[in-house]
């Protein structure tokens, strides 16, 4: 199986290829030409396996380079029941509301507590393992932009893996204070990370612009190193979401929630529109998904894209209680894009240089046909998004984080409307422990207390549940990086952090 580029079908590349490099020299993204399809009957098959079973299955399909042996010792080392916290990485958590029923697939067992593990455990191994087969010797260096939780996952996932150095660049006033913090204690001796005076848009335009120019890149090159990507840009990170699909419907098959065959809805906090898109590529393969709702904050721009066909990132940016999606240059749509368009490489450049020139663009009247019989967009507010934490906490005793709260709100909006009950799977991503004092605040009445770990230990006693252990060692962790820069100082930072500047 082979991958384009979405701005160039010419561009052709195998998956170690499109993993090793992130992003195509154009700028475009890496799609696969074609899917695996599964039949009912193969779905079934997976029912009877684990997590790592399935992972192994729907990956190895996908990265035809790989040895099953790789693919194996990947996933093996991944999802370890001691880094997800049990056997299953992601359970799912069953609520009914009335007539709604809602699977609450917890995606945020993992080592920094946020849905970004799941792909950011195993993308190391595949990218190591990449860069042998494609450029054996050269030194990857990871760039990364995040908006809070991919950066600590990017850093946790590659600590002190041998050949690659990560960089990490986050918005300095756009994170909560447990990422902040998350990112400035991390360990290991190939790691840093910068803040930068801007917001995250301003981050992965940054990092985008350093991936593609070319001066830079023949620095890197003079030194033996390259460039490579751990944002959801990159394939390596998609793919390991799209198998969670999967295996959350398989678990809902044999725990008796639906039958093999039924079909479900999908609803997912949508920032990068990663996450979302992974469950788009599951239906493709044959996963019977009847809709996909799209949950934004404040920051709708999908929203009016989805209800519209306009994307127009003019408009004013929110900072929120849900930082990790405080976006509004959604990078994945280009791969919809693409898709719905039937790979019109030439269509999809044109909208994107509309976007980078002018900022906005209007699909054709037949994508957005598509994207109405697929998707339906809604979003959130921060009033609503902390009224929706208490209700569920107080009527269903179920605790979630801020972008869970969003998807939940959305997805009741989607019920009201359409009237449409099918069971849906409801993407949680974070622990409510990172988002502490907007959890805490919308499920106690009593006075804050002011310290970030005050807030964290206040809400474990006020709710009787659990500090995933990482977060709670990060209270006496010693904080090694208080860097912040310009955006415009990002290349010269990049150069001088590999001390090739
Ligand atoms: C990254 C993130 C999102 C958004 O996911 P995308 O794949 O970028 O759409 C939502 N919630 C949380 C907690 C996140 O970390």
């Not at 154009?26 to 009877?48: C, H, N, R």
């Not at 709702?293 to 929203?303: G, M, P, Q």
């Not at 959890?439 to 659990?466: G, I, Q, R, Y």
């Amino acid at each position: 199986m082979k991958y384009n580029s979405t701005r160039n079908k010419n561009a052709v590349v195998s998956a170690s290829q499109a993993i090793a490099q992130g992003i195509s020299e154009e700028g475009g993204l890496f799609v696969p030409q074609d899917l695996p399809k599964y039949s009912l009957e193969e779905i079934g098959a997976m029912t009877k396996t684990d997590y790592r079973g399935r992972a192994k299955k729907i990956m190895g399909d996908f990265l035809e380079d790989f040895t099953a042996d790789e693919i194996s010792e990947s996933v093996d080392a991944a999802y370890t029941a001691e880094k997800f916290g049990g056997e299953n990485p992601c359970p799912i958590s069953y609520i009914e509301s009335g007539n709604k029923k809602m699977s609450l697939l917890e995606l945020w067992h993992g080592p920094t507590s946020a849905f970004k593990d799941m792909a950011l455990q195993i993308l190391p191994h595949l990218l190591t393992k990449s860069l042998k087969k494609t450029c054996d010797g050269k030194q990857a260096v990871i760039l990364v932009a995040t908006s809070g939780d991919t950066g600590k996952a990017a850093l946790e996932g590659f600590k002190d893996v041998d050949g690659t150095k990560i960089m990490v660049f986050y918005p300095e006033n756009g994170v909560s204070p447990m990422q902040k913090r998350q990112m400035a204690t991390q360990q290991g001796g190939n790691v840093s990370v910068v803040a930068i005076k801007g917001n995250f848009d301003d981050a992965q335009t940054g990092v985008k612009k350093i991936f593609t120019n070319k001066e830079i890149k023949d620095k890197l090159a003079e030194n033996n190193m390259l460039f490579s990507s751990a944002n959801s840009i990159n394939w390596g990170r998609l793919l390991p979401q799209i198998v969670y699909y999967f295996s959350a419907y398989c678990d809902m098959v044999s725990e008796g929630k639906i039958k093999l065959g039924d079909e479900i809805n999908v609803c997912v906090p949508t920032g990068n529109f990663g996450n979302i898109l992974a469950s788009f590529y599951a239906m493709n393969m044959g996963l019977p998904i009847r809709k996909f709702i799209c949950a934004s904050n404040a920051n709708n721009v999908l929203t009016d894209f989805i209800r519209t066909g306009t994307y127009d990132k003019k408009r004013h940016f929110y900072t929120t209680i849900s930082p990790s999606m405080d976006i509004l240059v959604s990078s994945n749509l280009e791969r919809l894009l693409y898709h719905l368009t039937d790979g019109n490489d030439a269509a999809v450049a044109s909208m994107m240089k509309s976007l980078s020139e002018d900022g906005v663009y209007t699909v054709s009247g037949d994508i957005k046909t598509k994207l109405d019989k697929y998707f339906w967009g809604g979003c959130c507010d921060d009033e609503n998004t902390k009224k929706t934490i208490s209700r569920l906490y107080k009527e269903e005793n179920y605790l979630c984080d801020t972008h869970t709260a969003v998807a939940v709100n959305v997805y009741e909006q989607y019920a009201c409307e359409t009237g449409d009950l099918t069971p849906t799977v409801i993407a949680s991503t974070a622990s409510p422990y990172k988002f502490a004092k907007a959890v805490l605040s919308s499920v106690s009445d009593n006075a804050l207390p002011d310290d970030e770990f005050a807030m964290v230990d206040a809400l474990s006693a006020e709710t009787k549940t659990e500090v995933p252990a990482p977060l709670a060692a990060l209270k006496n962790a010693k904080e090694r990086f208080d860097l912040s820069c310009e955006v415009e100082e990002m290349p010269q930072t990049v150069l001088g952090g590999l001390k090739i500047g």
